[in-house]
């Protein structure tokens, strides 16, 4: 065969092919004497002085092949990558955009469960995404999810909601993302399937009633932590959400011109009256760190899980049902006594404007929402039973 030979050196013999493209001499090394037979070097070479003589550079050729086959496993391997990869991935790329409790639900909803409880006795069990997480995601449908949430709405309703509610947005970023684009199916969690296989979601209406506020204050203020006890106090008397007023510190509280600056999740950043009773509460607390509401074992410095002692509360104070966010409601509930106009509260409690008039056409001053505050706060003690005498200018707020 015209062009083959073998190149011998001090450490190997190796079968050569030396031939011309576009009028340039090349030498191509087909490979060891010790793996290729003369046959199969004489085929090789005849190859590529076929591929010459049509004007191919067999190193060109080569080099595409290579790139052919590391595509194939390229897309082989991407085509094996299990749901927990991509989680992995999705809580990698989103958690800086994420608070806390929305990365905390994401990883325990995902978990596979089995480990001692940090709490009691036991062991965790898995998570709601725990089934899928071992699945590749080349295999999530229609029919596996609704299957997969089939089973758990039996067990857990609540929880197979917000499991659904996040799998679908993980699977929105999939379909960006290039590294798995296009591996599950896009009808996976359609509306379709939710419709028909949860439960349909009911309006929360636990709120106070003016009758009960009595028990309730009675119940919140035996709180043996102090600061648990004005927490949940404020938290009712100023409508907020129950994380941003967590993380309140004590750069945000302003005596000197009463106001509150709280963290709002809708414009960033908004400001309230600090009325009377609430400055007196926020007064009283310890300062041991930068957080008004501190916790000396909590890891982040302040409040973080206040449920449990006001579960108590309401087991004293006899009422059923009333959960941290229903507070939030109670304070819109109940203004309403006091005749307040709903764009005050809405201001108060950080909800978007619900009509062009108010988006556009009312920008009002502190002082008008302390106004309004003020008497909210007022027929709510009085409701409650509480005597407070407000301060005097330059003394101590206290409560009596």
Not at 227 to 252: K, N, P
Request: charged residues 30%; proline residues 6%.
């Amino acid at each position: 065969m015209p062009g083959l030979g073998v190149r011998a050196t001090v450490k190997t013999k190796a079968f050569i092919y030396q031939g011309r493209v576009d009028k340039k001499a090349i030498r191509l090394t087909i490979g060891d004497v010790r793996t290729w037979g003369i046959d199969e070097a004489r085929a090789e070479a005849r190859r590529l002085g076929t591929l010459l003589d049509q004007g191919v550079d067999p190193r060109l050729e080569k080099k595409q092949r290579l790139d052919d086959l590391k595509q194939e496993q390229s897309e082989a391997k991407r085509a094996d990558a299990t749901v927990a990869d991509a989680w992995s991935d999705y809580i990698e790329a989103r958690k800086p955009r994420w608070s806390e409790l929305h990365l905390k639900d994401h990883r325990k909803i995902s978990q596979a469960g089995g480990l001692p409880r940090q709490r009691g006795k036991g062991k965790t069990q898995p998570g709601a995404l725990a089934p899928l997480m071992k699945m590749k995601l080349a295999d999530i449908n229609a029919g596996t999810v609704g299957q997969w949430l089939a089973k758990e709405v039996e067990t857990r309703p609540t929880r197979a909601r917000l499991a659904f509610a996040l799998f679908r947005a993980f699977l929105n970023w999939c379909d960006d993302n290039p590294r798995y684009q296009g591996l599950s199916s896009p009808d996976a969690c359609s509306k379709r399937i939710a419709k028909q296989t949860l439960p349909r979601k009911g309006v929360k209406a636990d709120c106070l009633q003016r009758e009960q506020l009595p028990a309730w204050f009675k119940g919140v203020q035996q709180i043996q932590n102090p600061v648990i006890s004005a927490y949940l106090q404020i938290l009712m008397l100023t409508g907020a959400r129950r994380g941003e007023l967590a993380t309140l510190q004590w750069s945000d509280v302003d005596f000197r011109w009463e106001s509150l600056s709280i963290r709002d999740k809708v414009e960033g950043e908004r400001i309230i009256p600090l009325t009377p009773y609430v400055a007196s509460l926020i007064d009283s607390l310890p300062r041991r760190n930068e957080w008004v509401f501190s916790s000396p074992t909590s890891k982040r410095g302040h409040l973080v899980e206040p449920r449990a002692q006001h579960q108590r509360a309401l087991t004293v104070a006899g009422i059923e049902g009333l959960t941290l966010h229903g507070l939030r409601r109670s304070f819109g509930t109940l203004s309403e006594w006091v005749e307040v106009p709903a764009g005050i509260v809405a201001q108060i409690q950080g909800h978007k404007p619900s009509a062009t008039v108010e988006k556009h056409y009312r920008q009002r001053p502190l002082d008008l929402l302390r106004q309004w505050h003020e008497k909210i706060e007022l027929w709510i003690l009085e409701q409650a039973g509480i005597e407070f005498e407000p301060p005097v200018a330059g003394k101590r707020l206290r409560a009596v």
